[in-house]
Antibody, heavy 119, light 111 residues
């Protein structure tokens, strides 16, 4: 059973960098699939942030591209998100997920972690 | 790239059938058979219910079905049950640089 678990600070100050990690169990990232980050502001809809392949190839939402970095550590079977220069608008529940590259759906999700941007 | 358009809310009585629409463009919903649907209960992560327009993952009830016509995809829930009360989001692959776009979300209420 594939499981994903997000971790990282729940509170980040404005202008600083948000950093989250997604630990994957039950499947080796090196075996394939894309892995991605999605966020959901309180009371709002879902937004795709970006995705990474095990080889390191990345794809980012153009609206966030200048501030986002996604990386993968196959030795630890995890991937990470960094979002720089955060503002209150970046307050959201952040989810990591596995993406079926053959048909572009998100088949396994982490439980999500709330990140609040506030001084 | 705008979000796909869904009705804000849909309701039905237990046992009834309801349909949620998801309208996009020829660059996303209409251009690819890569529409998926997600169920989200309050405080929980989204759960994949339908992929590739009409396929159900293992373990998902056959009361859930999906279809597509032109630029509009639909999710039908038949035999509505109390546990189906949740938010539902569609998603599609898109040829634009954004790659993946989600719908605006629909709150399903079981009366």
């Amino acid at each position: 059973q594939v499981q994903l678990q997000e971790s990282g600070p729940g509170l980040v100050k404005p202008s600083e960098t948000l950093s989250l990690t997604c630990a994957v169990s039950g499947y080796s990232i090196s075996s394939g699939y894309y892995w991605g980050w999605i966020r959901q502001p309180p009371g709002k809809g879902l937004e795709w942030i970006g995705s990474i392949y095990h080889s390191g190839s990345t794809y980012y939402n153009p609206s966030l591209k200048s501030r986002v970095t996604i990386s993968v550590d196959t030795s630890k079977n995890q991937f990470s998100l960094k979002l720089s220069s955060v503002t209150a608008a970046d307050t959201a529940v952040y989810y990591c997920a596995r993406i079926s590259s053959g048909s572009s759906h998100f088949d396994y999700w982490g439980q999500g972690t709330l990140v609040t941007v506030s001084s | 790239q705008s979000a796909l358009t869904q009705p804000a809310s849909v309701s039905g009585s237990p046992g009834q059938s309801i349909t949620i629409s998801c309208t996009g463009t020829s660059s996303d919903v209409g251009g690819y058979n890569y529409v998926s649907w997600y169920q989200q209960h309050p405080g929980k992560a989204p759960k994949l219910m339908i992929y590739d327009v009409s396929n159900r993952p293992s373990g998902v009830s056959n009361r859930f079905s999906g279809s597509k016509s032109g630029n509009t995809a639909s999710l039908t829930i038949s035999g509505l049950q109390a546990e189906d009360e949740a938010d539902y989001y569609c998603s599609s692959y898109t040829s634009s640089s954004i790659l993946y776009v989600f719908g605006t979300g629909t709150k399903v209420t079981v009366l």
